[in-house]
């Protein structure tokens, strides 16, 4: 028996207030330069916020979360419009790192044509950029003056607009710093005020530029082109499934190749393989499982990895891909796959719709970055 309206719009407005708490909460540890535990000040978590950074942790939160929300609910109209029945956006709370896993739609109903697929996969995407961008340009047109900066860390101030020649000289070991992909350096260049824009490393403290190079990088994670995500739906619309799949295959390999480069190399401890090694093993047999055809033949692909990256490291010492995609990677392998079905009604997009989609393959190349955090 199918819940009451009401109690549903408050499992969705509940998921959606807590999730704005566990991201403004998120928000003023970022800002104060930490990934790490939420400000409770209790059992040894970092100290409550000061007023102060309430609204510096609010000035991330709704923007984010704005995005974010654009986004779900550009799937949400786009479904209905096609009578695709699907859910209102769960959100979801996490009390570490960003605060929140993001957002999702439940689609309730089957999906009958490659175009319903590809409109539907877009549309979130889509609306979630052309909100991320102005709020970027906003971020870069408002910067505050470097008093904002130096009220944070006053032992800069001594050393004026040329704080960061002194506090990060060549060769000093980097702090946590926010990577900047392609799309954020060309809004920064064209519109920010070069003596007010932070070092790289003190981004953190920033919040709407924090909330909008995160909402480029999320933008980029749903457009990845593999099974049900966004940009697999799209990838999928373009290419058709017997040419995504094929595709699909490729990207998912060198993905797994490049999350685990360097873990492991031919010169590493005894112990490192002792321990690691076996988990590692079967890591990779539990990704690669369903990545072809056969399970024999997904084992002998996980060896071909390993054997590829070790070879790689040998031939690069110190090179290193991304572990927390390992995670992500398992996700893919385990639970949304790789692949994309097949739609009953096959017909190959409009030549407006293949525009839109090639144009999205851009917006992901231009926001997409290996790794957010540095």
């Not at 916020?49 to 923007?63: K, N, Q, S, T, V």
């Not at 002998?300 to 071909?304: E, S």
């Not at 891909?321 to 390992?326: E, S």
């Given at each position: 028996m199918?819940?009451?309206?009401?109690?549903?719009?408050?499992?969705?407005?509940?998921?959606?207030?807590?999730?704005?708490?566990?991201?403004?909460?998120?928000?003023?540890?970022l800002?104060?330069?930490?990934?790490?535990?939420?400000?409770?000040?209790?059992?040894?978590?970092?100290?409550l916020?000061?007023?102060?950074?309430?609204?510096?942790?609010?000035?991330?939160?709704?923007?984010f979360?704005?995005?974010?929300?654009?986004?779900?609910?550009?799937?949400?109209?786009?479904a209905?419009?096609?009578?695709?029945?699907?859910?209102l956006?769960?959100?979801?709370p996490?009390?570490?790192?960003?605060?929140?896993?993001?957002?999702?739609?439940?689609?309730?109903?089957?999906?009958?044509?490659?175009?319903?697929?590809?409109?539907?996969g877009?549309?979130?995407p889509?609306?979630?950029?052309?909100?991320?961008?102005?709020?970027?340009?906003?971020?870069?047109?408002?910067?505050p003056?470097?008093?904002?900066?130096?009220?944070?860390?006053?032992?800069y101030?001594?050393?004026?607009?040329?704080?960061?020649?002194?506090?990060?000289?060549?060769?000093?070991p980097?702090?946590?710093?926010?990577?900047?992909?392609?799309?954020?350096?060309?809004?920064?260049?064209?519109?920010?005020?070069?003596?007010?824009?932070?070092?790289?490393?003190?981004?953190?403290?920033?919040?709407?530029?924090?909330?909008?190079a995160?909402?480029?990088?999320?933008?980029?994670?749903?457009?990845?082109?593999?099974?049900?995500?966004?940009?697999?739906?799209?990838?999928?619309?373009?290419?058709?499934?017997?040419?995504?799949?094929?595709?699909?295959?490729?990207?998912?390999?060198?993905?797994?190749?490049?999350?685990?480069?360097?873990l492991?190399?031919?010169?590493?401890?005894?112990?490192?393989?002792?321990?690691?090694?076996?988990?590692?093993?079967?890591?990779?047999?539990?990704?690669?499982?369903?990545?072809?055809?056969?399970?024999?033949?997904?084992l002998?692909?996980?060896?071909?990895i390993?054997?590829?990256?070790?070879?790689?490291?040998?031939a690069?010492?110190?090179?290193l891909?991304?572990?927390?995609?390992?995670?992500?990677?398992?996700?893919?392998?385990r639970?949304?796959?790789?692949?994309?079905?097949?739609?009953?009604d096959?017909?190959?997009?409009?030549?407006?719709?293949?525009?839109?989609?090639?144009?999205?393959?851009?917006?992901?190349?231009?926001?997409?970055t290996?790794?957010?955090?540095?």
């Open positions: 199918p819940a009451p309206p009401a109690q549903v719009y408050a499992r969705h407005l509940g998921l959606f207030l807590l999730t704005l708490l566990t991201t403004t909460l998120a928000g003023v540890q800002t104060r330069g930490d990934v790490g535990l939420p400000p409770l000040g209790v059992w040894g978590l970092p100290p916020p000061g007023p102060g950074e309430w609204a510096r942790g609010l000035w991330f939160a709704l923007p979360l704005a995005v974010l929300t654009v986004h779900e609910f550009g799937h949400y109209f786009v209905r419009r096609n009578r695709v029945a699907t859910s956006p769960y959100f979801i996490f009390p570490l790192g960003l605060g929140t896993f993001g957002a999702v739609i439940r689609i309730q109903d089957r999906i009958f044509s490659r175009r319903e697929f590809f409109d539907i877009l549309a979130g889509l609306a979630g950029f052309l909100v991320a961008v102005p709020l970027l340009i906003y971020g870069f047109t408002h910067l003056p470097l008093d904002y900066l130096f009220q944070i860390h006053p032992e101030a001594r050393f004026g607009a040329n704080y960061a020649q002194h506090v990060y000289p060549p060769g000093a980097d702090g946590i710093s926010l990577a900047r992909p392609l799309l954020y350096r060309l809004l920064e260049t064209g519109f920010a005020d070069p003596t007010r824009l932070p070092h790289p490393n003190e981004l953190l403290h920033y919040p709407v530029l924090l909330a909008g995160l909402a480029l990088f999320f933008t980029a994670l749903n457009l990845l082109p593999m099974g049900q995500l966004d940009g697999g739906h799209i990838l999928y619309g373009l290419l058709g499934a017997r040419r995504f799949n094929r595709l699909a295959r490729v990207l998912f390999i060198g993905f797994i190749f490049y999350a685990g480069l360097g492991f190399s031919l010169r590493s401890a005894p112990d490192t393989w002792l321990y690691w090694g076996p988990a590692y093993a079967l890591y990779l047999g539990l990704v690669c499982w369903r990545a072809l055809p056969t399970p024999r033949q997904g002998l692909l996980a060896a071909g390993w054997g590829a990256q070790l070879a790689v490291a040998a690069v010492p110190g090179v891909g991304n572990p927390g995609w390992l995670v992500f990677g398992l996700l893919l392998g639970l949304t796959g790789i692949y994309h079905p097949p739609a009953p096959d017909r190959t997009l409009s030549r407006g719709r293949q525009w839109l989609g090639w144009a999205m393959v851009v917006i992901f190349v231009l926001c997409f290996p790794s957010p955090f540095k």
